[in-house]
């Protein structure tokens, strides 16, 4: 594993000033000028440097509020705003009730839940909540325009366990620049009941922790630079974690559970621990019967994973991103970002009795943990048996096409009967990354190229990588929710992909009844052409 904990700037953030225009090197581990276009490795710092960093922002949680009519309510207001990623430099940015990213709501498993979305922007967004199951009318697909100074509201019953989810606009044509501008937050599902006992750390903000990663590039006026792309789209040159730069965390427990969010762009990342493996307790649509210990995880834009880091008294770990590969050409896989080596997150632990090495009450130890794992516990129910799938799919990717086809909001592109498990077979014919994203929907991965899938993949998703030239098999699980008129969407979250019309739609209906036609107000406003 790379020591190096320094990354290479690809550019250059120059900062106005008393009239005059200075440069500031502005990024995270001590990053440095460099001809590179990308990030690449770096020396370690000298003896006796120090990096300074800065205490991880935690996004504020929102539980909602339990109106009259016993639905658990959020209001959430897209706006802009000016963050200070770096001192001195004041950003242009969008939030969801704030300057930058959002609130995390939470609501459990059997809720019903109303959220009502304002738009205070200046122009057209959307909101959907990535990786629930929810009618189409609440999805927040690009069927569900917001426009500026209008309010939308989604309600849907949550029928899904507990889960790392998150939501973000969806606007088509303009996802990419609306989630690059900051507007993004988890939606956390928790289980009706949780298992007994449950070792698992789950308080909020202490030892349940969101880590939303995401890849910015800044101009010499201090905004986004959203000029930078390359064939994946945005690669950024400075890493924000739920918006901060250099994060460290000070973990005050044994066990800290980290919900890693890729909120990325176009970046794949491969998470490691300096310290060890990483207990893997869940993917993208839910928690893992049992923890799995793994070397790292590796996420494509949209993907999460849970894990479960523990620290003795005293001691300090690096989350990091590591080399990795995506199965593509080299210089390829170096214009996705896959070649860069860089700190991610600084987790440290007071020494015992400092004040941040323990507190009055006991809480879960590793090995309370994996003794209740020893004693039949588990965190979710068992996988269910594989069977006969009652229908197959095939879904090929091209060059921001699927199926040889381009977005048509007006087409229904694949109808699914409700109840139906379904096979998906995902073939990525380009050379370019790509990655599947279903809504409504979560799934399996039966195989990649005909093996088993590494166990970070074992367990629900509803995001996966397709190296090209390879078939992706998954088994697909929908929502029950049914509408013949109104689509969900499929499509490729690497943003500027979907946005170039790398995006198709089904309509799931009950058995026999007749799908579409579609007629949306987004389709009447002139959404309905190929490409956008």
Same mark, same amino acid.
């Given at each position: 594993?790379?020591?190096?904990?320094?990354?290479?700037?690809?550019?250059?953030?120059?900062?106005?000033?008393?009239?005059?225009? %200075?440069?500031?090197?502005?990024?995270?581990?001590?990053?440095?000028?460099?001809?590179?276009?990308?990030?690449?490795?770096?020396?370690?710092?000298?003896?006796?440097?120090?990096?300074d960093r /800065?205490?991880?922002?935690?996004?504020?949680?929102?539980?909602?509020?339990?109106?009259?009519?016993?639905?658990?309510t959020?209001?959430?207001?897209?706006?802009?705003?000016?963050?200070?990623?770096?001192?001195?430099?004041? %950003?242009?940015?969008w939030?969801?009730?704030?300057?930058?990213?959002g609130?995390?709501?939470?609501?459990?498993?059997?809720?019903?839940v109303?959220?009502?979305?304002?738009?205070?922007?200046?122009?057209?967004?959307?909101?959907?909540?990535?990786?629930?199951?929810?009618? $189409?009318?609440?999805?927040?697909?690009p069927?569900?325009?917001?426009?500026?100074?209008? %309010?939308?509201?989604? &309600?849907w019953?949550?029928?899904?366990?507990?889960?790392?989810?998150?939501?973000?606009?969806?606007?088509?044509? %303009?996802?990419?620049?609306? =989630?690059?501008?900051?507007?993004?937050?988890?939606?956390?599902?928790?289980?009706?009941?949780?298992?007994?006992?449950?070792?698992?750390?789950?308080d909020y903000?202490? !030892? !349940?922790?969101?880590?939303?990663?995401?890849?910015?590039?800044?101009a010499?006026?201090?905004?986004?630079?959203?000029?930078?792309?390359?064939?994946?789209?945005?690669?950024?040159? /400075?890493?924000l974690?739920?918006?901060?730069?250099s994060?460290?965390?000070?973990?005050?427990?044994?066990?800290?559970?980290?919900?890693?969010?890729?909120?990325s762009?176009?970046?794949?990342?491969?998470?490691?621990?300096?310290?060890?493996?990483?207990?893997?307790?869940?993917?993208?649509?839910?928690?893992?019967?049992?923890?799995?210990?793994?070397?790292?995880?590796?996420?494509?834009?949209?993907?999460?994973?849970?894990?479960?880091?523990?620290?003795?008294?005293?001691?300090?770990?690096?989350?990091?991103?590591?080399?990795?590969?995506?199965?593509?050409?080299?210089?390829?896989?170096?214009?996705?970002?896959?070649? !860069?080596?860089?700190?991610?997150?600084?987790?440290t632990?007071?020494e015992?009795?400092?004040?941040?090495?323990? !507190?009055?009450?006991?809480?879960?130890?590793?090995?309370?943990?994996?003794?209740?794992?020893?004693?039949?516990?588990?965190?979710?129910?068992?996988?269910?048996?594989?069977? &006969?799938?009652?229908k197959?799919?095939?879904? /090929?990717?091209?060059?921001?096409?699927?199926?040889?086809?381009?977005?048509?909001m007006?087409r229904?592109?694949? =109808? =699914?009967?409700?109840?139906?498990?379904?096979?998906?077979?995902?073939?990525?014919?380009?050379?370019?990354?790509h990655?599947?994203?279903?809504h409504?929907?979560?799934?399996?991965?039966h195989?990649?190229?005909?093996?088993?899938?590494a166990?970070?993949?074992?367990g629900?998703?509803?995001t996966?990588?397709?190296?090209?030239?390879?078939?992706?098999?998954?088994?697909?699980e929908?929502?029950?929710?049914?509408?013949?008129?109104l689509p969900?969407?499929?499509?490729?979250?690497l943003?500027?992909?979907?946005?170039?019309?790398?995006?198709?739609?089904?309509?799931? =209906?009950r058995?026999?009844?007749? $799908?579409?036609?579609?007629?949306?107000?987004?389709?009447?406003?002139?959404?309905?052409?190929?490409?956008?």
């Amino acid at each position: 594993m790379p020591g190096s904990s320094r990354i290479t700037r690809r550019g250059v953030l120059a900062v106005a000033a008393a009239g005059a225009v %200075t440069t500031s090197i502005v990024a995270l581990g001590g990053w440095r000028l460099s001809p590179r276009p990308i990030l690449s490795p770096g020396a370690s710092p000298g003896p006796g440097n120090t990096l300074d960093r /800065t205490p991880l922002a935690i996004p504020p949680l929102d539980t909602g509020v339990i109106s009259a009519d016993g639905v658990r309510t959020f209001e959430l207001a897209a706006q802009t705003g000016e963050t200070t990623f770096t001192a001195g430099v004041r %950003t242009p940015t969008w939030g969801y009730n704030g300057a930058f990213g959002g609130p995390t709501l939470r609501a459990a498993n059997g809720e019903k839940v109303r959220v009502v979305v304002r738009n205070e922007l200046s122009e057209v967004t959307t909101t959907h909540w990535h990786g629930m199951k929810v009618p $189409a009318l609440a999805d927040g697909g690009p069927h569900q325009p917001i426009h500026p100074g209008k %309010t939308w509201a989604a &309600e849907w019953t949550v029928e899904q366990p507990a889960a790392t989810l998150w939501y973000h606009p969806h606007n088509h044509g %303009t996802t990419e620049a609306h =989630v690059y501008r900051g507007l993004a937050g988890m939606f956390i599902i928790d289980d009706k009941v949780s298992p007994e006992d449950s070792p698992l750390p789950s308080d909020y903000g202490v !030892d !349940d922790v969101p880590v939303v990663v995401a890849d910015r590039s800044f101009a010499a006026d201090g905004s986004f630079d959203e000029r930078r792309r390359d064939a994946a789209g945005m690669l950024g040159d /400075t890493l924000l974690v739920n918006g901060t730069v250099s994060p460290s965390f000070a973990a005050t427990r044994e066990l800290t559970r980290l919900r890693i969010l890729n909120g990325s762009t176009a970046r794949s990342y491969r998470f490691e621990l300096d310290a060890g493996p990483l207990l893997l307790v869940g993917t993208d649509s839910g928690l893992l019967p049992e923890p799995a210990s793994v070397a790292g995880v590796t996420l494509t834009p949209g993907e999460r994973a849970e894990v479960v880091v523990a620290l003795e008294p005293g001691q300090t770990a690096m989350l990091r991103s590591v080399p990795h590969t995506l199965g593509l050409l080299g210089t390829t896989e170096r214009a996705s970002g896959t070649r !860069d080596a860089f700190d991610v997150l600084e987790l440290t632990r007071g020494e015992a009795g400092s004040g941040g090495g323990s !507190d009055a009450v006991k809480h879960a130890s590793l090995s309370d943990l994996t003794d209740w794992v020893d004693a039949g516990g588990f965190f979710a129910a068992a996988f269910p048996a594989e069977a &006969e799938p009652d229908k197959r799919r095939t879904v /090929t990717l091209q060059d921001n096409k699927i199926n040889h086809r381009r977005m048509n909001m007006a087409r229904i592109d694949e =109808v =699914v009967t409700v109840g139906d498990r379904e096979r998906w077979f995902v073939t990525n014919e380009h050379f370019l990354p790509h990655n599947l994203h279903i809504h409504n929907a979560r799934f399996r991965v039966h195989s990649i190229d005909g093996r088993t899938p590494a166990a970070e993949l074992r367990g629900w998703k509803d995001t996966v990588y397709a190296p090209p030239s390879r078939t992706v098999i998954i088994d697909v699980e929908f929502g029950t929710s049914t509408d013949p008129h109104l689509p969900y969407m499929f499509h490729c979250h690497l943003l500027q992909h979907e946005d170039q019309g790398m995006m198709a739609q089904f309509v799931v =209906v009950r058995p026999g009844e007749a $799908a579409g036609p579609l007629d949306t107000p987004a389709i009447r406003d002139g959404g309905s052409h190929d490409g956008h």
